[in-house]
């Protein structure tokens, strides 16, 4: 897979063939694999600090550890 990047790093894969080539835009970049791992690293990370998953409360963690714990009594 050849691995394009537009101009707002968004990733774009296209066959290594040549098939494909017609549908890649003049304006994308083509970039290496390793180019296209630290692109995608920095949006999981930007995704992460603007979706961050909430802590779990200590309520909700009660409840699942006496879910633990009922399934551990059962299988005694």
């Not at 050849?2 to 494909?20: H, M, P, R």
């Not at 006496?66 to 009594?73: D, Y």
């Amino acid at each position: 897979m050849k691995t394009y990047k537009d101009l707002n790093n968004n990733l774009w894969g296209y066959e290594l063939d040549g098939s494909q080539d017609h549908l890649i835009p003049s304006d994308f970049i083509l970039i290496t694999e390793e180019e296209a791992d630290v692109i995608r690293a920095e949006q999981q990370e930007k995704n992460r600090l603007e979706n961050p998953v909430p802590k779990p409360t200590k309520e909700q963690l009660l409840v699942e550890l006496q879910k633990l714990t009922a399934k551990i009594e059962a299988l005694s």
